[in-house]
């Protein structure tokens, strides 16, 4: 991760214009297991803008235990490409890299603000802290299950990744359990 970039500017995807004036957009890297970093340090090195969150994690063995960072989501990172623009085929063939997610032979951007959410959820060492996007109080929109599409409170978040939203529901408000994975915020 580029950790002056973070510091400077929590939106690195926002700063700047690159390769003719089209905006880079951030794409995901998937990467062989346990390589995330390897990968990161080798698309830096090719002067491609990465971002690899990372979590900390215990790791106990032969009776010692550590806390040691990794990467949030394993066998994947983020590179900021201008598609149209930027020759993104050396990606493929990057040391520690298995491909780039693509769809009818382009590289597949992210939605706008999910990359820069975590972006700006993420303190200078890397360390990713998704506690800090869901807060008490945010209303929240229900995505995927029986109550797709409904508004809600956010009540309650969870240390297990469930949370707790308050739907109104017959001018009552009930309280539902969900993943986190099936809500997004309103802004």
């Not at 970039?5 to 062989?32: I, M, Y």
């Not at 020759?87 to 063939?93: G, K, M, R, T, V």
Request: hydrophobic letters at 40%; aromatic letters at 6%.
């Amino acid at each position: 991760m580029l950790h002056t970039d973070l510091c400077n500017n929590r939106f690195p995807e926002l700063a700047e214009k690159s390769h003719g004036g089209e905006a880079a957009r951030w794409c995901v890297v998937q990467t062989h297991q346990h390589s995330e970093s390897l990968a990161e340090r080798h698309l830096l090195s090719q002067n491609f803008r990465t971002y690899l969150p990372k979590r900390k994690r215990t790791v106990r063995h032969a009776r010692r235990v550590r806390t040691v960072s990794s990467a949030y989501f394993d066998c994947y990172l983020f590179v900021s490409l201008a598609v149209h623009q930027q020759s993104w085929y050396p990606i493929n063939s990057t040391v520690g890299v298995r491909k780039l997610v693509m769809s009818k032979g382009m590289p597949i951007p992210a939605p706008y603000g999910v990359v820069e959410s975590l972006i700006s959820a993420t303190d200078d060492d890397g360390i990713l802290h998704p506690d800090i996007l869901l807060r008490p109080g945010q209303t929240i929109r229900i995505i995927d299950g029986p109550f797709s599409d409904q508004l809600g409170i956010l009540d309650h978040v969870g240390s297990a990744g469930a949370v707790r939203i308050l739907l109104d529901i017959m001018n009552r408000s009930i309280p539902i359990t969900i993943d986190r994975d099936k809500l997004s915020i309103v802004s």
